[in-house]
Antibody, heavy 119, light 108 residues
Framework: QVQLQESGPGLVKPSETLSLTCSVSSASISGYFWSWIRQPAGRGLEWIGRIHNSGNTDYNPSIRSRVTMSIDTSKNQFALKLKSVTAADTAVYFC?????????????WGQGTLVIVSS | SYVLTQPPSVSVAPGQSATITCGGNNIGSKSVHWYQQKPGQAPILVVYDDSDRPSGIPERFSGSNSGNTATLTLSRVEAGDEAEYYCQVWDSSNEPYVFGTGTKVTVL
């Protein structure tokens, strides 16, 4: 059973860069798409972007200009960087796995980590 | 971008059935997935590809998809089914993962 665990600072100052890492265990990171999704308090899910172990990425157009994702297959980890954050970026951030096939669902999720943007 | 619309809330008595709809333009041509999210927890996949269930998900969870509406049906509802439910599709033209607005299911 694959397990995903998000890690990173829980507090980020406005205008700075949010950095999170997702560690994958009990499964290889190869052959899948790995996504980041966020959820502001009391609101719905917003997909941020995904990365394949090949390094190919897709980002949500609404946030594309501020997002960078990377992957480290040797560590079985992938990462999210979101620059120039504002209070609107305060949310629980989840990482999740998607099968590398068109239309596939997100079949495994991390528990999520709360990131607050505040000075 | 592709929009998925769900009713904000559905209430159901224990033992009865609950139906959650997910509306989208020609959604019947897409594969629809459904997630259950309980407070303070991560979403879990309960139905994928319109009507298939991952291992460990009870048969009480079923799905269908046609025309402009996909549906998740919870049969013989239990107190433990109380949660937020989200539909999701893959939109190849723009944003791969599009989520619905979410439906809170309350068990009376």
């Amino acid at each position: 059973q694959v397990q995903l665990q998000e890690s990173g600072p829980g507090l980020v100052k406005p205008s700075e860069t949010l950095s999170l890492t997702c560690s994958v265990s009990s499964a290889s990171i190869s052959g899948y798409f790995w996504s980041w999704i966020r959820q502001p308090a009391g609101r719905g899910l917003e997909w941020i972007g995904r990365i394949h172990n090949s390094g190919n990425t897709d980002y949500n157009p609404s946030i594309r200009s501020r997002v960078t994702m990377s992957i480290d297959t040797s560590k079985n980890q992938f990462a999210l960087k979101l620059k120039s954050v504002t209070a609107a970026d305060t949310a629980v951030y989840f990482c999740a796995r998607g099968v590398a096939a068109a239309g596939s669902p997100l079949d495994s999720w991390g528990q999520g980590t709360l990131v607050i943007v505040s000075s | 971008s592709y929009v998925l619309t769900q009713p904000p809330s559905v209430s159901v008595a224990p033992g009865q059935s609950a139906t959650i709809t997910c509306g989208g333009n020609n959604i019947g041509s897409k594969s629809v997935h459904w997630y259950q999210q309980k407070p303070g927890q991560a979403p879990i996949l309960v139905v994928y590809d319109d009507s298939d269930r991952p291992s460990g998900i009870p048969e009480r969870f079923s799905g269908s998809n046609s025309g402009n509406t996909a549906t998740l049906t919870l049969s013989r509802v239990e107190a433990g089914d109380e949660a937020e439910y989200y539909c999701q599709v893959w939109d190849s033209s723009n944003e791969p993962y599009v989520f619905g607005t979410g439906t809170k299911v309350t068990v009376l």
